[in-house]
């Protein structure tokens, strides 16, 4: 075999350290996973419908590469009437193969060999990995949990250098919760403007927040929207992950280019899942806010329980996550995180899964139900308990 038959940068690439534990509770009888950022809902009905009914009209040809027309304007009309951003579906609207994909074709379009992109950590595993291969390199914001988990201006101006091009504003994030109100958002602002800095913004748990304040964009600050590639879908906020079906919304010159891209290497998002993306858009309201509400209860009740433990845990106000800190036990995360599963069937993930700032903490999904919620905190509360017996 050839020594040099593989790309360096793929194999020097870390597998995904929240697949790791996902792939052994697969096989451990009784075992609870808290480890997958997946909602248990099923995908509301009227939107199954739809999709089933555009296989029963015989619509499963390809769609133009950028995506269904009609649901390219209902992108539009939707972050138009959520955050008042005007996006002329035709060139700054893109229809991708998930959030994912959107967020890979950003870096590609964008990254020349030796750019530098800026990455507060933690946060999404696949930022760094996608970041790399397209030739970045990677400068990492390690955020604290003295400042919420959220960027502020001095960590950004800290960063910059003169060959810093893309800021990656992953918020609301996973796995911290944290989110970016418009005054946080106001503040970074003047300094990506002042660096002539592009930002990918991750929004896909944008509807997902619990605060007293909607979730806000950054591109629908003065001056922003020239300046961010917008990442949405609808695996988060509707149910459907399985769907494949996202979006990009930015400058007509990037998304021009992510276009070309994407028509090479994917052709077009799967249809039916375009056509199911249409009714989630036009009906979907409800069934947002339904979700929104079941999460925000677990949510609090998992902090409850972390609280009852005597588990600090930083207050999440976004997507379906908490970041607990389990520094008192004189363990590493992927030692506790693996020490739990072995003991008590339990998985969650390690918090250096998303950065090695995430040293210290743990990231637990409440995407489930309440019963599978209460059963496996109530064995991480044994767990914690023998712990410290032994201390």
């Not at 808290?34 to 248990?40: F, K, M, Q």
């Not at 909607?214 to 300046?227: D, N, T």
């Not at 109530?378 to 201390?391: E, N, P, Q």
Request: glycine share 6%.
């Amino acid at each position: 075999m050839r020594s040099d038959l593989l790309n360096t940068t793929a194999v020097q690439m870390k597998p995904s350290g929240i697949r790791k534990f996902f792939d052994i509770v697969a096989d451990m009888k009784d075992a609870i996973s808290l480890g997958v950022g997946e909602p248990d809902f099923d995908t509301p009905w009227h939107i199954r419908d739809e999709g089933i009914y555009s296989l029963e009209q015989g619509r499963t040809f390809y769609t133009s590469n950028a995506g269904l027309k009609d649901l390219k304007i209902e992108i539009a009309a939707y972050l138009k009437r959520s955050q008042n951003i005007d996006y002329h579906y035709n060139h700054e609207v893109f229809v991708t193969v998930g959030g994912s994909e959107a967020i890979d074709l950003t870096f590609r379009a964008m990254i020349n060999p030796g750019d530098e992109v800026i990455i507060p950590e933690p946060s999404y595993v696949s930022y760094v990995p996608c970041a790399q291969m397209s030739g970045a390199t990677v400068k990492i914001i390690n955020l604290k949990e003295e400042n919420r988990f959220r960027l502020t201006p001095e960590e950004l101006e800290s960063a910059i250098t003169d060959k810093t091009k893309l800021l990656v504003l992953p918020y609301p994030n996973n796995p911290t919760g944290a989110i970016m109100e418009r005054k946080d958002l106001e503040a970074i602002a003047p300094i990506i403007e002042k660096h002539d800095l592009y930002v990918l913004s991750d929004e896909i748990y944008g509807e997902l927040t619990y605060a007293d304040e909607p979730h806000v964009s950054i591109a629908s600050l003065p001056g922003m929207k020239e300046r961010t590639i917008l990442v949405n879908g609808f695996s988060k906020a509707y149910a459907m992950t399985g769907w494949r079906l996202g979006y990009a919304c930015g400058p007509e010159a990037i998304i021009k280019q992510m276009v070309k891209i994407h028509q090479y290497c994917i052709m077009c998002a799967p249809t039916t899942s375009q056509y199911a993306g249409v009714e989630a858009l036009k009906n979907g309201d409800e069934d947002i806010r339904m979700m929104r509400e079941s999460y925000n209860q677990r949510r609090r009740f998992v902090l409850s329980m972390l609280d009852d433990m005597n588990i600090p845990c930083f207050e999440p106000q976004g997507a379906f996550y908490v970041f607990p800190c389990i520094r008192e036990f004189g363990m590493t995360s992927e030692e506790f995180a693996t020490k739990l599963l072995t003991e008590e069937k339990v998985a969650i993930v390690p918090g250096t899964a998303f950065g090695d700032c995430g040293e210290g903490y743990l990231r637990i999904s409440y995407a489930y139900s309440i019963e599978d919620l209460r059963k496996a905190l109530k064995r991480l509360s044994d767990f914690v308990t023998k712990l410290r017996g032994k201390a």
